[in-house]
């Protein structure tokens, strides 16, 4: 199995979209969990890296990497 290739900043499409329509999501924490934003409603979820990795589509956009 390949690891999607995600970052912090992403902007990702999931499986299933949020309740509220959208289906653009923003990666805000990364660690063992990602929480992840909705782009349309603002709510944010927090997700087992292992679980998101399997109900993430693709990613839409790369975010910016801040150094």
């Not at 390949?2 to 653009?24: S, T, W, Y």
């Not at 990602?34 to 975010?63: A, D, T, W, Y």
């Amino acid at each position: 199995m390949v690891d999607k290739e995600f970052a912090l900043n992403d902007i990702v499409q999931m499986k299933k979209p949020h309740p509220c329509g959208e289906n653009r999501w923003k990666i805000i924490r990364m660690g063992m969990d990602v929480r992840i934003k909705c782009q349309g409603c603002e709510h944010s979820v927090l997700i087992p890296r292992r679980e998101f990795s399997k109900k993430m589509k693709k990613v839409l956009e790369k975010g910016e990497e801040k150094n």
